[in-house]
């Protein structure tokens, strides 16, 4: 990796063991900002409007006695594609072994603006929050204004991040949250291109893969492959879709030009309503529940099945083009929603007629607006294999007891009934 020397401004290249402590910028891009090939010449350099950032954070570095700094934007030789690619699936760990993150936050200038800041709009901004242990944020001015362990700064930080307090006091990890709830905190993040939604997410899912920029949503797509292929949690399908968002993800999954999802999320904004989907704790309903396996356009997953008529047949031969839809079903995930033990989400599913084991996700009147609660039986149906089907639709119930008590299946309850859950405020 290469770091700035704080003292003469100059690149040095370092390998693994021979790199030096160092400090770290985190920010958001600006006009006119110090690239790669400026740092040759810091005449030109100094002309540029974002090498008042470059010299203010090297400046800061070399007071805490560190004599390097990693600024992206001009570490990083971005022609290079194949440089380009290490170094964002380097990305994570560079920030985890920095010894301090400076957190540079461009439209604030006092505390009462930190929240709502550009910093927490952006995808890339995640990871730099989570992987350092320390955080210092810093205003335009470069007036510090506390770190991100600080107990007095952790719920403003929390509010604005949607992070999770225990997460950001370094209490647990990320990787021991959900994968849903991991989305959630990237849920309302944007990125400049689309691809980068996924990409400035590997670190927190410790995966890697190559870059594709051009993919498009299909970026996204394999971010869920690669995250899948490491976990059971199904979580990850524990996904549905907001009000404002409706109308734009229906139309993508229902165009062939864009990339088939299967039970997959387009996006991560399809996880802003999952910020109570947990790793469930609870036995699960009859049966177990499998790894999810990405098949092509498709998603396989074993999983308990509820309600539908139970005489179908498996079709191996089934082409898209001819799909006919029948039997509304529920799947119920492996994981939970909330904190009553037992409470399972469910993907409402349709059965495609004469395809036995095939389904897609269901939208019912355009948006999610309500969640069934049943009474939770002794034994469900025994585990299937799921196959979703081409172009999936945007649902989610949720599959939960009202008063739990001990079952065969581990899971039961006395009473169940109907409500309202607010999904949509």
Not at 123 to 149: M, S
Not at 387 to 406: D, E, W
Request: proline share 5%; net charge negative; aromatic share 12%.
């Amino acid at each position: 990796m290469r770091l700035v020397n704080t003292r003469t401004l100059r690149l040095e290249e370092f390998f693994d063991a021979s790199t030096p402590d160092y400090a770290i910028l985190s920010h958001t891009w600006a006009q006119d900002e110090v690239i790669f090939s400026d740092m040759t010449d810091l005449g030109k350099a100094r002309t540029k409007i974002g090498f008042a950032k470059l010299e203010g954070a090297c400046r800061l570095a070399a007071t805490q006695k560190y004599d390097y700094i990693w600024i992206d934007t001009c570490c990083i030789d971005k022609s290079s594609s194949a440089e380009l690619s290490e170094a964002i699936n380097s990305m994570y760990r560079w920030y985890e072994k920095a010894k301090v993150c400076y957190a540079y936050l461009c439209d604030v200038k006092n505390p009462t603006q930190l929240v709502g800041c550009k910093w927490f709009t952006r995808g890339w901004t995640l990871q730099e929050l989570l992987a350092p242990d320390d955080v210092e944020f810093y205003t335009l001015d470069w007036v510090y204004l506390g770190n991100k362990r600080d107990p007095s700064l952790i719920p403003t930080l929390s509010r604005a991040s949607l992070v999770d307090a225990p997460v950001l006091a370094r209490v647990i990890q990320p990787w021991d949250v959900s994968v849903a709830k991991r989305m959630y905190w990237a849920s309302s993040r944007e990125t400049t291109r689309r691809e980068d939604e996924a990409y400035c997410m590997m670190g927190l899912f410790r995966v890697n893969m190559p870059l594709l920029y051009g993919e498009g949503s299909k970026a996204f797509f394999r971010l869920q492959q690669e995250i899948a292929k490491d976990t059971h949690d199904q979580s990850i399908l524990a996904w549905y879709c907001e009000p404002r968002r409706e109308t734009e993800l229906a139309r993508r999954v229902g165009t062939r030009s864009e990339i088939d999802f299967g039970c997959c999320a387009p996006s991560p904004s399809c996880f802003a309503m999952s910020g109570d989907i947990t790793s469930s704790s609870a036995p699960s309903p009859e049966g177990s529940l499998g790894q999810i396996i990405f098949t092509g356009p498709g998603t396989e997953f074993l999983a308990p099945l509820k309600g539908g008529d139970e005489n179908w047949s498996h079709e191996d031969d089934w082409k898209a083009e001819n799909e006919t839809w029948w039997d509304e079903r529920e799947i119920i995930l492996r994981c939970q929603v909330g904190p009553i033990p037992g409470t399972f989400p469910t993907l409402v599913v349709v059965q495609a007629a004469n395809r036995g084991q095939y389904y897609r996700r269901n939208l019912t009147h355009g948006i999610v607006s309500s969640v069934s609660l049943y009474t939770f039986p002794s034994h469900v149906e025994e585990p299937n294999r799921i196959r979703s089907a081409r172009r999936n639709k945007i649902g989610l119930q949720i599959f939960a007891p009202t008063t739990p008590v001990n079952g065969s299946s581990g899971v039961a309850t006395v009473e169940g009934e109907m409500r309202t859950y607010p999904f949509h405020g």
